[in-house]
C-alpha cells in the first residue's frame, strides 16, 4: 500500500508539465502548438526564450529528483525509490493535467538517475554533452545518453530494481525519440542554431 501510494503521488508531480506551466507564466505561445509540439526545454527554446527554456529544464529535473528522495526518504528502500522514479517518468510522458500529452523524457530521467545511480547519471550526461556538442544534434546526444545509462547501471551492479527502472525509461525515450532516430539516420535531423 505505501509503495502504491508513493507511486500515485510521484506519478501525479510528473503530470506537473514544466514547459506549460513556464510558457503560461511568461505568457509564451504554448509548446504544443509550435516546433515539434513536445512539451520540453528543447522545444521551448524554440520560442526564443534561452530562460523559460532553463527554467523548463530544471523543473524536469528536479520533479524527478524530488520524487526519488522523498520516496528514498520514506521508504528507505531502492525498490520504492526506483517504482516512485519509473512513475514520476511516466507522470512526465502521459500527464493526467494535460491531456495525456507529455513530453519525452530525458531531463525527468536524468532527475531521477542523479537519486537511483549517480555515476551512471553523470556517465550519461557526459556523453549526451560530447555527443550533441560535436554533432550538434541534441535528439542524437539524448539517444546515446539514454542507451549509456542503463549498460552503466548494469555494470555499476546496482539493485536489480534501479537497473529495471533504467531500462524500462531508457526504451521509451528510445520510443519517444523513433522520429528523431529515423530523420537522424537520413540524415535530416535539424542541428542547434539552423533555422526552422
Do not use: C
Not at 537519486?115 to 549526451?128: D, G, H, N, R, S
Not at 537497473?163 to 535530416?188: E, K, P, Q, V
Amino acid at each position: 500500500m505505501q509503495t502504491a501510494l508513493i507511486a500515485l503521488a510521484a506519478y501525479l508531480l510528473g503530470s506537473i508539465s514544466f514547459a506549460i506551466v513556464v510558457s503560461r507564466l511568461m505568457t509564451l505561445p504554448d509548446p504544443r502548438s509550435y516546433g515539434s509540439g513536445n512539451p520540453g526545454a528543447t522545444n521551448v527554446l524554440r520560442s526564443g526564450s534561452k530562460l523559460a527554456a532553463v527554467l523548463t529544464l530544471a523543473g524536469d529535473g528536479g520533479k524527478g529528483w524530488l520524487a526519488v528522495w522523498l520516496a528514498t526518504l520514506a521508504s528507505g528502500d531502492s525498490a520504492v525509490a526506483a517504482a516512485a522514479g519509473l512513475a514520476v517518468f511516466l507522470g512526465h510522458l502521459f500527464p493526467l493535467f494535460h491531456r495525456f500529452h507529455g513530453g519525452k523524457g530525458v531531463a525527468v530521467a536524468a532527475g531521477v538517475f542523479s537519486v537511483l545511480a549517480p555515476l551512471a547519471t553523470v556517465a550519461a550526461a557526459i556523453v549526451f554533452f560530447l555527443t550533441a556538442g560535436v554533432t550538434r544534434v541534441v535528439s542524437l546526444g539524448s539517444v546515446a545518453a539514454t542507451v549509456t545509462l542503463p549498460s552503466v547501471v548494469w555494470l555499476s551492479g546496482a539493485p536489480p530494481q534501479v537497473f529495471a527502472a533504467a531500462l524500462g525509461t531508457g526504451t521509451l525515450i528510445l520510443f519517444r525519440h523513433r522520429a528523431n532516430i529515423r530523420r537522424i539516420a537520413r540524415g535530416t535531423e535539424r542541428r542547434v542554431g539552423e533555422p526552422r
